[in-house]
């Protein structure tokens, strides 16, 4: 059958064709919810490169705390500051390979006269101490092979962290086992003017530190309110340090943290559970992570975000 002259046959494949460019068909349709979990999972891909650079917390082999006056760095037990390489194959550090001078807030290093460490990428004197933390501004980094420290000061303590950028929790990395990603934890949140300037933290050292108050922020989930202080450390973000009902279970026991972004000009925002990300000492004993207080203990469960890492 013909219609003007073109057949029936010529007209339904011309439709078809039509149809295909105006509703182009293809093999995964994009959804809101499906763009979401794919930031999630590019925002957790990007913490777990992270925790492998060599600013991450997954190269930390040493935390040695400072005496006044010279403490010796090296892996014969006669140091003040023994290291030991997770890798018993790896025995490449030296048994001494020069001290630290402790004067006050100031720390110089030392080197011994057959190794030379670099200082902030540089090759220092030998048998000469150099300033390299002065308790303000200046804080160096010190370099061997693929070894690396800096100076810390926690409170009054001041102590040296080493990194080891060949270490088996680098090399051995697979990835932190998190809940599958759900939007319903992704939460409108108001964040309510401090009432006091500073907020109370303790770590893991048992040292009780004063920080920066932003504020408590106030959630409702499934009906029922929550709340949670939140720390200003100067960022673009604020930060949480929480625990709930999973912590110790299927969550890192020491609690989680987290970071929401600064509220509008009504204290509007939201925090995303989805982000929960463990704290370093979930990955290191050598670290020196804040606690959550108190009252930032939810008594409900959050199967959100990432799952226990270790046993630190």
Request: aromatic share 10%.
């Amino acid at each position: 059958m013909k219609y003007l002259g073109i057949s029936t046959k010529s007209l339904m494949g011309a439709m078809i064709i039509s149809c295909l460019l105006l509703h182009p068909i293809t093999h995964a349709q994009s959804t809101p919810k499906m763009d979401y979990a794919m930031r999630i999972n590019q925002w957790h891909n990007e913490r777990e490169k992270d925790l492998k650079m060599s600013s991450g917390w997954l190269n930390l082999e040493g935390l040695f705390w400072l005496h006044k006056g010279v403490n010796s760095l090296g892996t014969s037990k006669g140091n003040d500051c023994k290291y030991e390489n997770s890798n018993a194959l790896d025995t490449s550090f030296p048994s001494h390979i020069g001290n630290f001078i402790l004067d006050g807030d100031s720390v110089s290093w030392e080197n011994l006269n057959q190794y030379q460490v670099k200082i902030n990428n540089v090759e220092s004197p030998l048998e000469k101490k150099i300033c390299v933390y002065d308790g303000k501004s200046l804080n160096l980094e010190m370099t061997w092979s693929h070894y690396s420290w800096t100076i810390i000061k926690r409170a009054d303590k001041i102590g040296v962290r080493f990194r080891n950028f060949q270490s088996l929790n680098v090399t051995s990395f697979k990835g932190i086992e998190r809940f599958p990603v759900n939007e319903n934890w992704k939460i409108k949140a108001v964040l309510h003017p401090p009432l006091q300037s500073e907020l109370m933290i303790l770590n893991v050292l048992g040292q009780n530190l004063a920080t920066k108050n932003a504020g408590k922020l106030s959630f409702t989930y499934q009906n029922k309110q929550y709340n949670l202080d939140v720390i200003d450390e100067g960022s673009q973000t604020l930060f949480i340090t929480f625990a709930d009902a999973t912590s110790d279970i299927t969550t890192y026991g020491a609690g989680r943290f987290i970071d929401i972004a600064k509220p509008d000009a009504n204290g509007h925002t939201e925090i995303d559970f989805n982000k929960a990300y463990n704290p370093p000492c979930a990955f290191t004993k050598f670290a020196t992570c804040p606690l959550p207080p108190p009252q930032n203990r939810l008594s409900i469960a959050i199967n959100a975000g990432e799952k226990t890492y270790g046993r630190h």
